[in-house]
């Protein structure tokens, strides 16, 4: 089975060996074997990694978006409020999956997983 790239399938949400079957069963639960190819994915633990990628992203996103809507306009407190509180909740919702999915995909590639050397 030719290899397909794990940034690719991670983004994709797929499976890291086929391509093609859905990694998720839900919004960030791994599904237990690719549906397609039958990988059994319980190796698939990515902890917090793609919440500290998420963070590392969305925050100067909205950081210099808000300090560029500052100077621009200089709207008062409670409109960044409502600007920025969403924008970072949706970012994040949005950039979570894909993020783990990267970091699964990158697991299987690299065979990392617990107990194994």
Request: proline share 10%; hydrophobic share 50%; glycine share 8%.
């Amino acid at each position: 089975m030719a290899q397909s790239s794990p940034i690719l399938t991670g983004l994709l949400c797929r499976c890291p060996r086929c391509g093609k079957g859905k990694l998720f069963a839900g919004y960030l639960k791994v599904a237990p074997a690719c549906p397609v190819c039958g990988l059994d994915l319980k190796f698939a633990d990515s902890g917090d990694g793609p919440a500290v990628f998420v963070i590392f992203i969305v925050a100067p996103i909205v950081i210099a978006l808000a300090l560029l809507v500052g100077a621009l306009f200089n709207p008062p407190p409670y409109i960044h409020l409502i600007l920025w509180i969403p924008t970072t909740l949706v970012l994040s919702l949005a950039l979570l999956p894909p993020f783990k999915g990267v970091l699964v995909s990158q697991q299987y590639r690299h065979d990392a997983h617990e107990g194994h050397q």
